[in-house]
């Protein structure tokens, strides 16, 4: 079992920044890959950005260039924590984003942080 938590997020300005941060806890050795998902009432999840053991990350086009996540302190040819930086935010960014850990085929999921950018 994997437990994930979040923290961060918050109401910005658009062109503010944020930062939300991930940890998980339980069996971390069996984690392959984190990241972040959002979602928003009613619609489907969408990928944000996740990162795998090898510190290879992917984006979603909408967040490329703006957007960066890192594993932060987590062991080598691990993944445990995880951190997002979203830097030029915009009101469509919008959203509840979700810390998700895969690990033995399924993901594990936070509660979801609330990330709001006025216009």
């Known amino acids: 079992q994997v437990q994930v938590v979040e923290s961060g997020g918050g109401l910005v300005q658009a062109g503010g920044s944020l930062r939300l941060s991930c940890t998980a806890s339980g069996s971390i050795e069996t984690i392959i890959r984190m990241g972040w998902s959002r979602q928003a009432p009613g619609k489907q999840g969408r990928l944000v950005a996740h990162?795998?053991?090898?510190?290879?990350?992917?984006?979603?086009?909408s967040v490329r260039g703006r957007f960066t996540i890192d594993a932060g302190d987590s062991a080598v040819n691990t993944v445990s924590t995880v951190s997002l930086q979203m830097e030029n935010l915009k009101p469509e960014d919008t959203d509840t984003y979700y810390c998700?850990?895969?690990?033995?085929?399924?993901?594990?999921w936070g509660q979801g942080i609330q990330v709001t950018v006025s216009s």
């Open positions: 990162i795998d053991t090898h510190r290879t990350a992917t984006y979603a086009d």
């Open positions: 998700y850990a895969w690990a033995r085929d399924r993901a594990y």
